[in-house]
């Protein structure tokens, strides 16, 4: 079965400062992979995802992702961060022909002024 | 019309009451989900409907029971629920039922049970 790993529960970086947040898959074959980003009481946004082709993928609000097989990782990047990226991120991957996301769980972004 | 809605936004029950979440989209999408997130979790899938048929259901308790009206509309009715249950309802819909039909979430029910 698929599965996520985020290994930072909790980021904070100052505003303007650039970004990356950490995600491993464990999957068998080419995962469907996603960033989604929830602020507080809110429901999910995507942030982008990544089926096959090229493995640098752009996103919205600035951000993008690559997909490295070799590391099993989808790490989102941004290189600027601004205080409304301040959310909880989360990765998600489907596959397997089961509909499922699979969530890590999740990061915290705090923005420091 | 690119979105989701869930009505109510805020819900407080006891564990006693019968009521009902409600999710609609307008964006043509032919499949959709409940899913369930406690506090700093992530979200849990619940059920899923395919084309108006209930294609997965996680082991959820019989205390919710889901309904599919139409293809616009999704339905989560609850009753004699425990307050282990209070949470975020999120529901979400998407384009087909393939992998990589990317999902769209609504802002969610902020659900009490007391």
Redesign the interface.
């Given at each position: 079965a698929q599965s996520v790993t985020q290994p930072d529960i909790h980021i904070t970086v100052s505003e303007g400062a650039s970004l990356e947040l950490r995600c491993n898959y464990s999957y068998g074959a080419t995962p469907y992979l996603f960033w989604y980003v929830q602020s507080p009481g809110q429901g999910l946004q995507l942030l982008l995802k990544y089926f096959s082709g090229d493995t640098l993928v752009q996103g919205i609000k600035g951000f993008e992702a690559e997909f490295k097989r070799s590391q099993s990782s989808f790490n989102l990047r941004k290189p600027s961060v601004h205080w409304s990226d301040a959310a909880e991120y989360f990765c998600a991957v489907v596959g397997g022909g089961a509909q499922k996301l699979v969530f890590g769980q999740g990061t915290r972004l705090t923005i420091n002024p | 019309d690119t979105e989701?809605t869930?009505t109510p936004k805020h819900l407080v029950m006891g564990m006693t009451n019968k009521k009902s979440l409600k999710c609609e989209q307008h964006m043509g999408h032919r499949?959709m989900y409940w899913y369930k997130q406690k506090a700093?979790?992530?979200?849990e899938?619940m059920f899923?409907y395919?084309y108006e048929k209930l294609?997965?259901n996680e082991s959820v308790p019989s205390r919710f029971s889901p309904e599919c009206p139409n293809s616009s509309l999704l339905n989560l009715h609850l009753h004699a629920l425990q307050p282990e249950d209070s949470a975020?309802y999120?529901c979400?819909s998407s384009q087909g039922?393939?992998?990589?039909n990317?999902?769209?979430?609504?802002?969610?029910t902020?659900l009490t049970v007391l």
């Open positions: - | 989701v869930q499949a700093k979790k992530p979200p899938l899923v395919s294609s997965i975020l999120l979400a039922d393939r992998d990589y990317e999902q769209f979430f609504g802002p969610g902020r």
